[in-house]
């Protein structure tokens, strides 16, 4: 601001120097992949709202068992979820311009009666040019409503992760949360306000350990060596500080921060910024899991761009990890 300028005394911007800023105007306009989503369980407007805040590409993952009515969950009701996704991929896709396509898998979430008959059935589904992921997947500590034993969650992961290797396709990874944040519990009965699932029919946890989202990551890692599937083919999604430490320095993985509902996980953009000035872009991206059953932003990826820029990371290394890495490991058009 000049001498000359007319205000009545100096304000702030008096004692500013704008003329080092230099501001990446090209972030506005930087389009962004979200690699792991259930869009397609959203309102007609949430997906508008991908489309206006620049999503360029998306994965819709129809393997959530949120959905299903029944507990525990038989084969079927998995199948119906794929199928309902499958249907409506294309009118969603051409109803927001971007470009939207699929990952089914068999999430260990819930017990799941004759899984084998999802394996057998995949088999099919893979041979879609829509489906691009087998997933989300992953062992789970604890199930709702039914215990499912940890090795023969294990076993269906690795056999998911068979078909993938079998059919070129990567996996995307349900890795358990451990949120360190002390927070006050409800009321009995309210339940987590923005989170529409009985959280009080959880089972007991099917793994005795300190860790056990840390231990199933473990598990996880061990089914993807016996399928023989190769590291750079599997993301990690729902990463944290609880398990990035490992899979950065134990594996070759792709890891995804899920910052759509940071409110009940704890995860932001924060945290991408630290892992990226910890180990580099070159395996990470974002997501934002946004779906139905809880209260999540499809503005996130898009404001986590900002926010990065903001903490300190280059421009390079933002498009690296928002539109590059996941474009170049699901094989997006974007």
């Not at 079927?76 to 990952?103: C, P, S, T, V």
């Not at 009080?200 to 599937?229: F, Q, T, Y």
């Not at 134990?250 to 910890?278: K, P, R």
Request: hydrophobic share 35%; proline share 5%.
């Amino acid at each position: 601001m000049t001498a000359s300028h007319p205000t009545k005394r100096p304000t702030d911007a008096a004692h500013l120097d704008d003329s080092d800023v230099d501001l990446p105007p090209e972030l506005l306009n930087l389009p962004w992949v979200d690699i792991h989503n259930h869009a397609h369980t959203l309102s007609w407007e949430d997906r508008e709202r991908y489309a206006l805040a620049g999503c360029r590409s998306m994965m819709m993952v129809a393997s959530g068992y949120h959905w299903t009515p029944y507990k525990p969950v038989e084969a079927d009701d998995i199948r119906f979820l794929w199928d309902d996704a499958i249907n409506r991929r294309a009118a969603i896709q051409r109803n927001h311009f971007f470009e939207a396509k699929l990952g089914l898998g068999i999430h260990t979430g819930v017990r799941i009666e004759n899984p084998d008959e999802l394996l057998d059935a995949m088999d099919a589904y893979c041979e879609l040019d829509e489906v691009i992921a087998i997933g989300e997947t992953g062992v789970t500590p604890s199930q709702h409503v039914s215990r499912w034993d940890v090795d023969q969650q294990q076993a269906i992961v690795q056999g998911q992760m068979e078909l993938a290797d079998e059919h070129d396709l990567p996996v995307l990874l349900h890795t358990p949360n451990q949120s360190t944040d002390s927070r006050r519990s409800y009321r009995d009965g309210i339940g987590i306000p923005g989170y529409e699932k009985n959280t009080g029919l959880g089972a007991d946890p099917v793994i005795d350990s300190d860790n056990p989202a840390l231990e199933s990551v473990k598990r996880d890692i061990e089914a993807m060596r016996d399928a023989g599937l190769s590291d750079r083919r599997v993301v990690a999604s729902h990463a944290d500080g609880n398990n990035t430490e490992y899979l950065m320095e134990n594996t070759d993985c792709y890891l995804s921060y899920t910052i759509g509902h940071s409110w009940l996980i704890g995860v932001t953009a924060a945290d991408v910024a630290d892992a990226i000035d910890e180990y580099g872009p070159e395996r990470i991206m974002i997501d934002t899991d946004c779906a139905n059953v809880l209260r999540t932003d499809p503005f996130a990826l898009k404001r986590a761009i900002f926010e990065l820029y903001r903490y300190g990371i280059d421009e390079a290394a933002i498009r690296k990890v928002v539109l590059e890495n996941p474009r170049d490991v699901f094989d997006f058009d974007a």
